[in-house]
């Protein structure tokens, strides 16, 4: 019995527990327009009051007849201004529903744009690590997937409950003086199904929760099937039957919990039912014989039935009403608990550094990815001074990328420090650091967006500059095809939208390098595999320009080919974490070790 006690309480005590982010969502809808909320909840409180006013007419309406048709003289003008009152009365409960509807709709749009911008603005606050974590993109789903509409429904149940209310109170007084056990009866007979709302509820919501992988995996099996960047290995490798029926083993995996909670829930629902049928039914009986042993006057009695229908309907949709709120406050948990993910304080405000000749400096830098065991860099140390290049040599994975993620913060070391110009990376200002880089990673952005778009994004201050677009994409040898388009730099790229020219890999690579250019007065030039899909004359072209352009910047780059590294001043072979070599071209072939061997093996391919 203690037992079962306290399974009661706490649920009754989750119930209202979640109930926190109520607050907060009437907040959120207040701010987003105060004019439409007011009228939302004036429109409200008349439509709350209304229904019982036509009720109480009524009876004057019903015993007004009864009276004319028992009398000499009967009075029709009375009856007939009643009836006008009546419709009066109808038309303005008609014109405030369709006010609230109005205003919902409004509000629905605003909100669901608010939302969406709250969501968006906290993405670009997050840290990378927290793109790259499978439970972020849970979170952030579940946020983006229910949190748009879930305000505006909290406010409109709120306001509904609030409008039955006020319904219930009037009803409940006219009822009163038939007798107090009617109002008890009428608000007793539908807590059973409210209590079995609220527990479905919850259920639903955590299916919801539980499933959030399998409907990303779903996400993305449509992405794969629908997409041009995957349709074509799709169609070549013939996989589009086996995704195809992927996809609806997820579908139906979650249907199956689907299925079993909308039984339970509407088999219990119908049963629970029962009872608020029972309960009016024989409150109508008993209005009846009342009636019948003349306690109460024919238009009473018609009276007294409309409220006990009228009433029972809004016991009903107001402990709906409260147990969608329910569901509603535990989908905005899933909201602002996105929007309340931690961001880490970057204090540094530093715009320069107090010795600019030192450049950049590793020093016993390690780094782990937080959902890794092992070390991705172990103990790194280099420098580089100004007007000096740095290649980076290793195999795939051996830690070459996530030394750039390191130098530009998109990580920070787990041990060691990084000095830029004699101060420690933590001491400088973001904005001011990535300022003075200009980066093309392997993985670039390829943006439907317009030619001068995807360069101009290399620098957001300079976006819409034509002039430095131009600029950029003749360092980045991209001027010549894209003056032979027909729009030039205001042709629309990608394939999702109308007239879009798609690209080929090497025009793609010439673009992301002209991106990369845009930052004029960086003095941190950073290449990550630039010329993968390039032909080795373009190649050559583009590294001979690469080395006029940038004599007086601190170059990295990051390649596989070796006729590209040798002509950087310092070369750091890497392998598995930690600098196995280090040296330039020369001195590399002289110790005959690793660096040695794969500039063999690569040149021997071209014997």
């Known amino acids: 019995?203690?037992?079962?006690?306290?399974?009661?309480?706490?649920?009754?005590?989750?119930?209202?527990?979640?109930?926190?982010?109520?607050?907060?969502?009437?907040?959120?809808?207040?701010?987003?327009?105060?004019?439409?909320?007011?009228?939302?909840?004036?429109?409200?409180?008349?439509?709350?009051?209304?229904?019982?006013?036509?009720?109480?007419?009524?009876?004057?309406?019903?015993?007004?007849?009864?009276?004319?048709?028992?009398?000499?003289?009967?009075?029709?003008?009375?009856?007939?201004?009643?009836?006008?009152?009546?419709?009066?009365?109808?038309?303005?409960?008609?014109?405030?529903?369709?006010?609230?509807?109005?205003?919902?709709?409004?509000?629905?749009?605003?909100?669901?744009?608010?939302?969406?911008?709250?969501?968006?603005?906290?993405?670009?606050?997050?840290?990378?690590?927290?793109?790259?974590?499978?439970?972020?993109?849970?979170?952030?789903?579940?946020?983006?997937?229910?949190?748009?509409?879930?305000?505006?429904?909290?406010?409109?149940?709120?306001?509904?409950?609030?409008?039955?209310?006020?319904?219930?109170?009037?009803?409940?007084?006219?009822?009163?003086?038939?007798?107090?056990?009617?109002?008890?009866?009428?608000?007793?007979?539908?807590?059973?199904?409210?209590?079995?709302?609220?527990?479905?509820?919850?259920?639903?919501?955590?299916?919801?929760?539980?499933?959030?992988?399998?409907?990303?995996?779903?996400?993305?099996?449509?992405?794969?099937?629908?997409?041009?960047d995957g349709v074509k290995e799709v169609k070549l490798f013939q996989l589009g039957p086996r995704l195809l029926q992927r996809y609806r083993d997820i579908f139906n995996k979650l249907f199956v919990e689907d299925r079993r909670l909308a039984l339970r829930r509407d088999s219990w629902g119908f049963v629970l039912g029962l009872l608020s049928t029972a309960a009016f039914y024989g409150a109508y009986a008993w209005i009846v014989i009342t009636t019948m042993n003349g306690g109460i006057t024919l238009g009473a009695m018609t009276m007294y039935l409309v409220l006990f229908r009228q009433g029972q309907t809004a016991v009903a949709a107001s402990l709906s009403a409260i147990s969608g709120m329910y569901e509603d406050n535990l989908y905005l948990s899933n909201l602002y608990d996105y929007l309340g993910q931690a961001v880490p304080v970057r204090k540094g405000d530093a715009k320069y550094g107090p010795e600019p000749q030192r450049g950049i400096e590793f020093k016993n830098v390690s780094f782990h990815y937080p959902a890794s065991n092992g070390k991705a860099l172990n103990n790194i140390s280099l420098t580089i001074r100004p007007g000096e290049s740095l290649a980076l040599v290793g195999e795939n994975g051996s830690g070459k990328t996530t030394l750039i993620k390191l130098l530009t913060r998109l990580y920070d070391p787990t041990e060691g420090c990084i000095m830029l110009d004699g101060l420690d990376l933590q001491k400088w200002d973001v904005e001011a650091l990535r300022q003075r880089i200009g980066v093309i990673f392997q993985d670039f952005g390829r943006y439907q967006f317009s030619v001068g778009e995807n360069i101009g994004a290399g620098d957001v201050r300079y976006i819409d500059d034509a002039e430095r677009w131009a600029t950029a994409a003749e360092t980045g040898m991209a001027a010549s095809f894209i003056e032979e388009m027909p729009d030039g730099y205001e042709t629309q790229l990608g394939r999702w939208f109308k007239g879009g020219r798609e690209l080929s890999g090497g025009q793609w690579q010439k673009i992301a390098l002209s991106r990369a250019f845009m930052r004029s007065d960086a003095d941190i030039l950073v290449l990550d595999e630039p010329t993968a899909a390039l032909d080795s004359a373009s190649e050559a072209a583009i590294f001979d320009h690469f080395q006029s352009e940038s004599h007086n910047k601190m170059t990295i780059l990051i390649s596989h080919r070796f006729s590209t590294v040798r002509i950087a001043d310092q070369i750091i072979v890497i392998h598995k974490g930690e600098i196995l070599e280090q040296g330039n071209h020369e001195s590399l072939l002289a110790m005959n070790g690793q660096y040695a061997h794969l500039f063999k093996l690569q040149a021997k391919g071209y014997q």
Do not use: C
Request: charge should be positive; aromatic fraction near 10%; hydrophobic fraction near 50%.
């Open 1 to 228: 019995m203690t037992d079962q006690r306290n399974h009661s309480v706490g649920f009754v005590s989750r119930i209202f527990g979640v109930f926190g982010y109520s607050r907060r969502a009437l907040h959120l809808v207040w701010t987003t327009s105060r004019a439409l909320t007011f009228t939302l909840a004036i429109l409200t409180l008349i439509s709350g009051v209304l229904p019982a006013a036509i009720a109480y007419i009524g009876l004057f309406i019903v015993d007004g007849v009864v009276a004319a048709m028992t009398s000499s003289s009967p009075d029709m003008r009375r009856v007939l201004w009643l009836v006008l009152i009546e419709a009066g009365v109808v038309i303005s409960l008609a014109a405030s529903q369709r006010g609230i509807s109005v205003s919902q709709s409004l509000l629905r749009a605003l909100l669901g744009q608010r939302v969406n911008v709250m969501i968006l603005e906290k993405a670009l606050t997050l840290q990378l690590a927290n793109f790259e974590d499978s439970e972020f993109y849970d979170k952030l789903t579940q946020a983006r997937r229910e949190a748009s509409s879930r305000p505006l429904s909290l406010v409109n149940r709120t306001f509904g409950l609030v409008q039955n209310a006020i319904s219930l109170t009037s009803y409940a007084v006219l009822l009163s003086a038939f007798s107090p056990w009617a109002v008890v009866i009428l608000v007793g007979a539908g807590l059973p199904s409210f209590f079995a709302e609220a527990k479905f509820s919850g259920d639903a919501f955590r299916l919801f929760r539980w499933r959030s992988p399998e409907t990303r995996m779903q996400m993305y099996l449509e992405t794969v099937i629908a997409r041009e």
